[in-house]
């Protein structure tokens, strides 16, 4: 059984920066694809990043260039970096570890950007 647990949310300014860090619990890390989600209030839940064991990424067009995502096979953990944040990516953000069909998500990080 997987068990996902997210860190590091929290209140910044805009242009700020924070990181977001997941700890992966169980087996064969390293064959999950895992990745960051977001849900705004009212809004429904958007992918933001993915990286697999292979380091390729994928970035949701609005945060590329400011979000870099990573992942430590060492220590079964996904992060997210977020730089300029700007007031939209406000949200409760969400990891993701998938594989052959089998979805498992924590229970989400608040993020809000605001002055």
């Known amino acids: 059984q997987v068990q996902l647990v997210e860190s590091g949310g929290g209140l910044v300014q805009p242009g700020g920066s924070l990181r977001l860090s997941c700890v992966f619990s169980?087996?064969?890390?390293?064959?999950?694809?895992t990745s960051w989600y977001r849900q705004a209030p009212g809004s429904r839940r958007e992918f933001v990043a993915s990286?697999?064991?292979?380091?390729?990424?994928n970035y949701v067009a609005s945060v590329k260039g400011r979000f870099t995502i990573s992942r430590d096979g060492a220590q079964n953990t996904v992060s997210l970096e977020m730089n300029s944040l700007k007031p939209e990516d406000t949200a409760v953000y969400f990891c993701?570890?998938?594989?052959?069909?089998?979805?498992?998500w924590g229970p989400g990080t608040e993020v809000t950007v605001s002055s």
């Open positions: 993701n570890a998938w594989r052959r069909g089998n979805d498992y």
């Open positions: 990286i697999n064991d292979g380091g390729n990424t």
């Open positions: 169980g087996r064969e890390f390293s064959k999950y694809r």
